[in-house]
């Protein structure tokens, strides 16, 4: 065969790969000939169009000379002669002649007989075949559609069979006529998501938005949606046909006999093809709409519909599941897929009682046939391609069968789709125009890229916040300026610095704080350099962003209020206002509209006002981010959290031991002591924590509040398949990774140890509400808009990530290689709703044996104790800020009994209730050993405490009798901030009492700074005999606390507090 064209060659796996063409072949020695080039192995699916009247005539002749040549199924009521003779007079009558039933049903079973690419039509005598033809509307053709699928499927038992409507007529030949839409009648719908992705068979995309267009609502967006079927009928009507629920249960869910991972994938498909785009033709007459249904071969599921790459590409995502090495071609690990999901979906269809055979089976059969076919009419149109299995091809007769294809009439032949008859014709452009245009569009776009004012954005980060934000807001900016992002490690030299200014006309700096106020550790240098002078910003147009933390209210945001401060005295000009971000509230909204406000005000400022540029780049401007998923190396949530933390600190898995809570039933603020087990090696791990360092604990959301959202997203990936999420703004960006700490995690992973769903925010918050109301309203919202909102990738990417909690640890390293924990619980009502916080609800439900992920850290700003354990401690704390004191108690306990000698320890604790006081129970043991006298004051009143016939005064006493003989604890003073409680125990200084183990009560009205200031005696005590001091909790009660102590000691003539804070005697330790 030769060629004077050029062949293009397409790869099917992708239905985006660019053909290959061969030109080479025109070179051929041999033009004709069994040497001449070969279309063998071409797909050869472009479609026949109509007949003229002449070939019409040359088919009908051939074919009733086959027809009445067939004395096995043929039986004709008129002779040969006379049947001709009147279908030719119908022809030159009309243009068009009709079959009769049986040489209708003849024409379908021949056509499959003669069907080159079915490896199965050895069946072909056993075909029912249905006359349709008097079906006319698109509700007709779809009725009687069902009814044969009804009759293919059998129960499961397939049936062979084919449905035949209406032919083509000669005056309406330049129309589709009656047409299904559908390739096949059963199967999956494709959904196209915003970033590009695919939902479900991209085959079926296309046909999807046509059925949408047309007024089909999906259920639900998923992966194995069964398409509705579209119908065109003679008068060109198309109607969309929802299936109905009966043959909606035609799927077979594929599940694996011995591997649970595959089961898990909650894969599926259809249990019979049901081709139903191919045209019949038979004698010159073209029936476009006709359905042929018989029953699968394994092999056609999985390798050429759940492997292939133009498919549901799944060959990589179960490779990872079944925990394979996918990293290289030489693992063999697609042979093992492939195997393994074949496998699963025959023992999925035999489980479901469904027919299908095996490849091996059926090339057996079909090899059979073939030889039957050469021995009864000598010869059998093959395939090649087709009939051999796409796996182990090498293993059966067909693969080693030379074969010949060419084409018989009655035949099954591809056509023309509808929509081609709906196209118009477009120009056609030459390629040299088309290049030429190219060419002084891209020398248009680069002069123009040349005239562009130049935006630099500089970040500090230390977790990877402030380069995230530094890329959305290289992505808004690069719309209308040259954008570029840079570390500020690059402009720590004056060089880098003084090149910066000149290559930038506007420069972005986004800084977060570390520590007490600190910069980021990449920033440490420049901070120097800063606050020595070193820069000068002359010539530097700015603006700041500062990233913190409203937890630590005296140093939020500190590095960049000293970054916008020292640019400007420096000799920049501020752009804008420097804007904040906090950590603890919206922190994403507070940028993305601090940015907008900067770009609108940067194009006003900076762009020319010709042409109305600066509208135009306004009206464009989005923040709108664009999410997807994406397979990845399967890595441990261990992994991933040590990226996160840095290589500094070790992750730990911890184990739930004991939850003991330390609050009465009803309390409004609960505190609970866990105990955290954890495995260490002997050798490396002989000190691992020191008393008043930190555990950071990353908590998880409930499983409850987790399955509650995950059932209201979208396009939800398969549970078992590790994923990276990958983002960008603009279409022309390339894709990057969300947050680069996590990938290689599962969906479950991802929503249950990854997304803070505490803070969703409001406009999904507000989505999931309305869908919760409609739910328990018996309605469902708009399946459109909840898609738009409630992306499976987007939602997590628009939510912040869980941050990691620090908690003192409040005990000593021991043996047993076990650890307390103080924490306190906060609950309130918000909105009618009881609410609490993460790490609340973490540590309320968790279970004995819960496995928590965390490390312990070795931050330096830890408070530490003294080496000499002499010394006398003076402690101050409010609430759960005494956990620490628990651990310097902890180990003077420990000193003590193994006979080193203990100074005393003085306590002052703060909490708002009486019932909230949980010392007693804590200091039990160590009071047994060691000298402790505890301050107590309760900052407000608990007025339902009163039990019948008692006045608040006499029950405190009561309560307090009752603690005093439970505690070995030798002094208690304690202080009612919002009681006059009027009575008063006798009892005696400290110091008469230092080994009596008697009580004193002092009631007085005031907080902890008040009993401070009331022992005065005690402080200066502590300082002149070279104590140390610690105060502990929240950031205004730690400031009082500080003042109150500068004063007492200034009062006693004691060294300042600022000398003993030189000294390391004075420490504390912050929060909220």
Not at 426 to 451: D, G, H, I, Q, Y
Not at 519 to 535: G, I, T, V
Not at 742 to 751: A, K, Q, W
Not at 817 to 832: C, P, Y
Request: with cysteine.
């Amino acid at each position: 065969m030769s060629f004077k064209k050029n062949v293009e060659l397409n790869d099917f796996r992708c239905d985006a790969s660019v053909p290959l063409t061969d030109s080479l072949h025109k070179d051929s020695r041999d033009k004709f000939g069994p040497w001449a080039p070969c279309q063998g192995s071409k797909m050869l699916t472009s479609g026949r169009g109509p007949l003229t009247q002449a070939e019409a005539i040359v088919q009908m002749n051939k074919f009733f000379d086959n027809y009445y040549a067939d004395l096995e199924l043929c039986n004709p009521i008129l002779t040969k002669k006379v049947r001709v003779t009147q279908a030719l007079s119908t022809m030159e009558a009309t243009g068009d002649y009709e079959h009769t039933a049986e040489e209708l049903s003849w024409a379908a079973k021949t056509a499959w007989r003669n069907a080159p690419r079915c490896v199965g039509r050895h069946l072909w005598k056993t075909l029912t075949v249905v006359d349709a033809r008097k079906a006319s509307s698109c509700r007709d053709v779809f009725d009687a559609i069902c009814r044969n699928l009804r009759v293919s499927y059998n129960g499961g038992q397939v049936n062979p069979s084919a449905i035949v409507f209406r032919q083509r007529y000669m005056e309406a030949k330049d129309t589709p006529g009656i047409r299904v839409w559908n390739g096949v009648l059963l199967a999956f719908a494709g959904f196209e998501k915003e970033n590009g992705d695919v939902i479900g068979d991209p085959k079926n995309v296309y046909l999807a938005n046509l059925a949408k267009s047309l007024g089909w609502k999906p259920i639900k967006e998923g992966n194995f949606e069964l398409l509705p079927i579209i119908i065109t009928d003679a008068n060109q009507n198309t109607e969309v046909f929802e299936i109905p629920n009966d043959i909606k249960g035609y799927v077979v869910d594929i599940t694996h006999p011995t591997e649970p991972e595959i089961t898990k994938l909650g894969l599926q498909w259809y249990a019979i093809p049901s081709v139903s785009s191919m045209m019949l033709e038979a004698g010159g007459i073209q029936y476009t709409c006709n359905q042929v249904a018989g029953f699968f071969q394994d092999t056609e599921i999985s390798i050429m519909n759940l492997l292939a790459e133009s498919r549901y590409n799944l060959m990589e995502p179960i490779g990872r599941a079944l925990k394979l090495d996918v990293s290289k071609n030489s693992t063999y690990w697609k042979c093992t897929v492939a195997t393994e999901l074949t496998r699963a979906v025959y023992h999925s269809f035999k489980l479901a009682r469904v027919s299908m055979t095996d490849h091996f089976t059926l090339s057996d059969s079909f090899h059979l046939f073939m030889k039957e076919e050469m021995r009864t009419r000598g010869g059998c149109p093959t395939d090649w391609l087709w009939v051999v299995p796409p796996m182990s091809g090498g293993l059966v007769p067909t693969f080693h069968q030379e074969m010949l294809r060419y084409t018989l009439s009655p035949s099954y032949e591809y056509q023309p789709g509808p929509e081609m008859f709906f196209r118009k014709r477009r120009n056609k452009v030459s390629f040299r125009a088309l290049a030429t245009t190219v060419m002084k569009c891209l020398e248009m776009m680069r002069e123009r890229f040349k005239e562009r004012k130049r935006a630099t954005i500089v970040y500090a980060t230390e977790g990877g916040t402030a380069l995230s934000y530094a890329r959305t807001a290289e992505s808004l900016f690069v719309k209308a300026f040259s954008a570029s992002i840079l570390p500020i490690t690059s402009i720590t030299n004056k060089d880098g610095l003084q090149k910066c200014i000149d290559c930038s006309d506007i420069v972005i700096a986004i800084a977060s704080t570390f520590g007490e106020g600190g910069p980021p550790s990449m920033a440490e240098e420049f901070h120097r350099n800063l606050l020595n002078k070193s820069y000068r910003f002359d010539g530097m147009q700015f603006a700041v962003f500062g990233l913190g933390s409203s937890q630590y209210i005296e140093t939020f945001a500190n590095f960049g209020k000293t970054l916008d401060r020292e640019m400007e005295i420096g000799g920049g000009t501020r752009i804008t206002e420097v804007g904040f971000g906090d950590d603890q509230g919206n922190q994403k909204l507070e940028f993305d509209n601090w940015i907008k406000a900067l770009y609108e005000k940067c194009c006003k400022d900076y762009l020319p006002l010709s042409g109305r540029p600066q509208d135009t780049a306004i009206e464009g401007a989005t923040l709108d981010k664009v999410y997807r998923w994406r397979y990845s190396d399967k890595r441990s949530l261990s992994e991933c959290f040590q990226e996160e933390i840095g290589p500094s600190e070790k992750m730990f898995e911890f184990t739930v031991k004991a939850k003991k809570s330390l609050s009465p039933d009803g309390a409004s603020e609960k505190y609970y002591l866990l105990t955290l087990s954890y495995n260490a090696d002997p050798k490396r791990d002989m000190l691992l924590f020191l008393p008043g360092q930190h555990i950071g604990i990353f908590p998880k959301n409930l499983s409850s509040v987790k399955e509650k959202i995950v059932r209201r997203l979208s396009d939800v990936p398969f549970s078992s398949i590790p994923l990276i999420i990958e983002e960008k703004i603009a279409i022309h960006e390339p894709w990057r990774q969300w947050n680069p700490n996590y990938s290689g995690l599962t969906i479950d992973e991802f929503f249950g140890n990854v997304a803070d769903l505490k803070q969703i925010p409001a406009n999904l918050h507000e989505t999931l509400e309305k869908d919760d109301k409609n739910g328990e309203n018996g309605h469902k919202t708009s399946r459109e808009d909840q898609l738009e909102e409630l992306d499976s990738a987007k939602f997590i990417g628009q939510i912040p990530t869980i941050k990691r909690r620090l908690f003192s640890i409040a005990s000593c390293q021991n043996d047993s290689h076990t650890l307390n924990i103080l924490i306190a619980l906060h609950e309130f009502m918000s909105d009618g709703k009881m609410v609490r916080g993460l790490t609340s609800d973490f540590v309320r439900q968790a279970p004995l044996g819960e496995k928590i992920q965390g490390y312990l850290s070795k931050g330096d700003e830890q408070m530490r104790l003294p080496q000499d354990s002499r010394l006398p401690l003076l402690l101050v704390s409010v609430g759960s800020g005494f956990a620490p004191f628990m651990s310097f108690i902890d180990a003077r306990e420990r000193a003590a009994r193994t006979g080193i000698k203990t100074g005393p320890i003085f306590i002052f604790h703060g909490c708002r209730y009486k019932e909230h006081d949980f010392l007693n129970s804590l200091l039990e043991s160590a009071a047994t050993v060691l000298n402790i006298k505890t301050f107590r004051a309760y900052s407000r009143s608990e007025p339902d405490c009163k039990k019948p016939g008692q006045n608040g005064r006499v029950e405190i006493k009561i309560e307090a009798k009752k603690m005093f003989k439970k505690s070995r604890v030798q002094d208690l003073v304690a202080a009612y901030s919002r009681t006059e409680p009027n009575f008063k125990m006798p009892g005696q200084n400290w110091k008469a009492v230092r080994k009596t183990g008697l009580t004193t009560v002092l009631a007085k009205k005031g907080y902890v700074q008040d009993l401070i200031a009331e022992q005065g005696e005690v402080v200066a005590r502590v300082s002149r005999d070279g104590g140390y001091m610690y105060s502990c909790g929240g950031s205004e009660a730690v400031g009082g606390v500080r003042g109150q102590l500068e004063k007492t000691l200034l009062e006693q003539g004691c060294v300042s507090l600022q000398e003993m804070m030189c000294r390391k005697r004075y420490q504390e330790e912050k929060f909220g």
